[in-house]
C-alpha cells in the first residue's frame, strides 16, 4: 500500500508530458463509472492508460446501466460505456447497436458474469463426487445437508427456486435456506470456509467472496437457454435443470467516438479482464480498505501480462516507463 500514492502521483505528474507526447491524437473522452465496483475499477484503470498511454483528457461520468443506455441514445453521450452488463439493457442495447449509434467494443469480463452453485475447493478436493448436483443429492450429508439460496427479490433467487423444485432438494435431504441480505449469504460462505465446514449455496462473480475464498462451481449440466428462460419465471410451472450462462459484460462506444479515435477504440477491442482476476481484484480492495483508483494501481503493477498486450507499442511504452518508476 505504501507504493501506491507514490505511484498515483507520479501518475498525476506524468500527465501532462503524456498528453503532450500524444497531442492531437485523442482530445477529450467521457467513460461511464457505474455504480458497483468491478464498474469503478475498470473505468479507473482505462481512464489511467487513456490518460497515461494514449494522451486523451477523460472525464468520469457516473451512472448506471439504463441511465447511461438512454444518454447514448438522446445526447450521443457519454463516449465510452463500460461494464455494460446485457442482460440487463431491454432491447433499447440492440436497437441502439443495429441502428450505427453504438458500437460493440469487446467483452470487458471474460467469460463474463459467472453465476453459479458453488462448493469450497478443499469440500471438493476431499469429496470429488461433490462437484456434481448429482453427487450431492447422492450425499447431502457431505455437502452440509443445506442450500443457501439467493435472498428475496433478486433475480437468482427466482432461477434458484426453480432450480430447487426440479431437483427436488429437499425431498433429497437438503434444506433450503432463504439468506435475508446478500450480507447473510457472504457471511454463511466466509464462516464455514473460515471453520472449513461444508458449505453449498449459490454465488456469482466478480465479487469480493469468490476473490477471497477458493470455491469450486458445481456442474449442474448443460445450459438449455430455452429452460433457464422459463425458470427466470416465478409462475413456471413446470421448471426444469440448466446450469446458468456466463452473463455478456460489454465495453461499447458511440460510433462517432469509434472513428474520430481508431486507435483509442482499438485499445477498447482488446481490454478485457478475466473475471476470475477482477475476483481477486475485488479482495484486495476490500481486504486494504482501498479506492478504486488504488485497486487500479494495483491491477496494472501485478497483472501486467495482462494488460500491455491491449496497447499500441507507443501506450505500452508511456505506461510501462511510468509504473517502473
Keep these: ?72 441514445a438522446e445526447n450521443g453521450e457519454p463516449d465510452i460505456v463500460t461494464e455494460l452488463w446485457l442482460n440487463s439493457t431491454g432491447d433499447t442495447y440492440n436497437e441502439l447497436r443495429d441502428s450505427g449509434k453504438v458500437v460493440e467494443a469487446a467483452p470487458v469480463l471474460d467469460p463474463g458474469g459467472v453465476e453459479g452453485w458453488w462448493i469450497p475447493t478443499y469440500l471438493a478436493e476431499e469429496h470429488p463426487e461433490l462437484t456434481t448436483i448429482e453427487g450431492i443429492l447422492a450425499n447431502p450429508e457431505l455437502a452440509g445437508g443445506r442450500f443457501y439460496n439467493c435472498p428475496e427479490g ?44 461444508p458449505w453449498f449455496g449459490y454465488y456469482w462473480g466478480p465479487t469480493v467472496p469468490l476473490g477471497k475464498y477458493d470455491m469450486t462451481k458445481v456442474d449442474l449440466g448443460e445450459v438449455n437457454d430455452e429452460i433457464h428462460a422459463g425458470n427466470q419465471n416465478a409462475d413456471n410451472e413446470n421448471p426444469g435443470v440448466s446450469d446458468f450462462p456466463a452473463a455478456p459484460i460489454v465495453t461499447a462506444t458511440t460510433s462517432t467516438f469509434q472513428e474520430t479515435n481508431p486507435e483509442v477504440f482499438e485499445f477498447l477491442q482488446n481490454m478485457t479482464f478475466k473475471t476470475s482476476d477482477m475476483s481477486g481484484v475485488l479482495a484486495w480492495k476490500d481486504e486494504n480498505n482501498a479506492s478504486a483508483d488504488e485497486a487500479a494501481v494495483y491491477y496494472l ?11 499500441s507499442d507507443d501506450a505500452r511504452s508511456n505506461l510501462t516507463a511510468l509504473l517502473d518508476q
Design 154 to 197: 433478486w433475480g437468482c433467487r427466482v432461477v434458484s427456486d426453480n432450480l430447487s423444485a426440479a431437483l427436488d432438494l429437499e425431498g433429497n435431504g437438503i434444506e433450503v435456506f432463504n439468506s435475508g441480505s446478500g450480507q447473510v449469504l457472504a457471511t454463511s460462505m466466509a464462516d464455514a470456509v473460515l471453520n472449513e465446514d
Design 1 to 72: 500500500m505504501k507504493k501506491l500514492p507514490l505511484i498515483l502521483a507520479a501518475g498525476a505528474f506524468a500527465a501532462p508530458m503524456a498528453a503532450q507526447a500524444q497531442s492531437g491524437e485523442c482530445g477529450e473522452v467521457s467513460i461511464t463509472e457505474m455504480n458497483w465496483a468491478s464498474a469503478q475499477v475498470v473505468t479507473s484503470v482505462a481512464s489511467f492508460i487513456m490518460e497515461q498511454g494514449y494522451g486523451c483528457d477523460v472525464s468520469v461520468v457516473s451512472s448506471d446501466t439504463i441511465p447511461a443506455v438512454t444518454s447514448v
Design 301 to 311: 503493477t501485478n497483472f501486467q501480462d495482462e494488460w500491455t498486450g491491449w496497447l
